[in-house]
């Protein structure tokens, strides 16, 4: 079975950084698109960043640009963000997940819907 596991979350003032990690196991690793994906409580999932099968191409959300860093360690079904300058608005469940196709980045890659399988989330939350 396909699994993946966040971890990293925790309590942070703002203007600091936290590192998120997702461990996967079940799948080739190698061949899928893993993204970050966040729920900010009251509202809608939010792509976060996102990660080619191979780490070659990465995306990012207009509001974390420049202050996050997604990258990933195939050798060790791992993928991590860097999150600095954090800011109150960061706070949410992340979530890493994956599409269910090999090979493929969904279009447009912060379309949440296309991800088949979920990581169960860490929580961060950026004190002001």
């Known amino acids: 079975d396909v699994q993946l596991q966040a971890s990293g979350g925790g309590l942070v003032q703002a203007g600091g950084s936290l590192r998120l990690s997702c461990v996967a196991s079940g799948f080739n690793f190698d061949a899928y698109t893993i993204a970050w994906i966040r729920q900010a409580p009251g509202k809608e999932r939010e792509g976060v960043s996102c990660i080619s099968s191979r780490g070659g191409t990465a995306y990012y959300a207009d509001s974390v640009k420049g202050r996050f860093t997604i990258s990933r360690d195939n050798a060790k079904k791992m993928v991590y963000l860097q999150m600095n300058s954090l800011r109150p608005e960061d706070t949410a469940v992340y979530y890493c997940?994956?599409?269910?196709?090999?090979?493929?980045?969904?279009?447009?890659?912060?379309?949440?819907?296309?991800?088949?399988?979920w990581g169960q989330g860490t929580l961060v939350t950026v004190s002001s």
């Open positions: 997940a994956s599409p269910r196709e090999r090979l493929w980045i969904p279009s447009p890659w912060s379309n949440t819907h296309e991800y088949d399988y």
